[in-house]
């Protein structure tokens, strides 16, 4: 995926007004020039993308969460109702199981 102006007036600019050093080899994946900084050298683009996918996930994972409180709140009495609401807990306990794994896998 290359890098739009967008990302290249948010994230390179700003970096190269921090003092940043920009380098002659660009990121594989993106294609932004990488740079230099305090002894790391880094694609600022892909960290940044990093970063926002990383940001929506847990907001995901947080209404997931909210969802799984609400259901475990409102149990009913009905077993059949009960285990429909079961179900949709374990579902929503099984997605939340992919979020961790996937942040473990930053």
Do not use: Q, W
């Not at 990302?7 to 380098?23: D, F, H, N, Q, V």
């Not at 020039?33 to 994972?61: A, N, Q, S, T």
């Amino acid at each position: 995926m290359s890098v739009s102006d967008e990302e290249i007036r948010k994230i390179i600019l700003p970096l190269m007004l921090s003092g940043a050093k920009m380098l002659d080899k660009h990121c594989p994946k993106c294609g932004s020039p990488l740079f230099e900084k305090d002894g790391r050298v880094f694609c600022p683009v892909c960290e940044h993308r990093r970063k926002e996918k990383l940001r929506e996930m847990k907001g995901i994972e947080e209404r997931l969460m909210e969802k799984l409180t609400e259901l475990a709140n409102s149990l009913p009495d009905d077993v059949d109702e009960l285990e429909k609401h079961l179900r949709v807990m374990e579902l929503i306990i099984n997605l939340l199981e992919r979020y961790k794994a996937l942040e473990g896998g930053k």
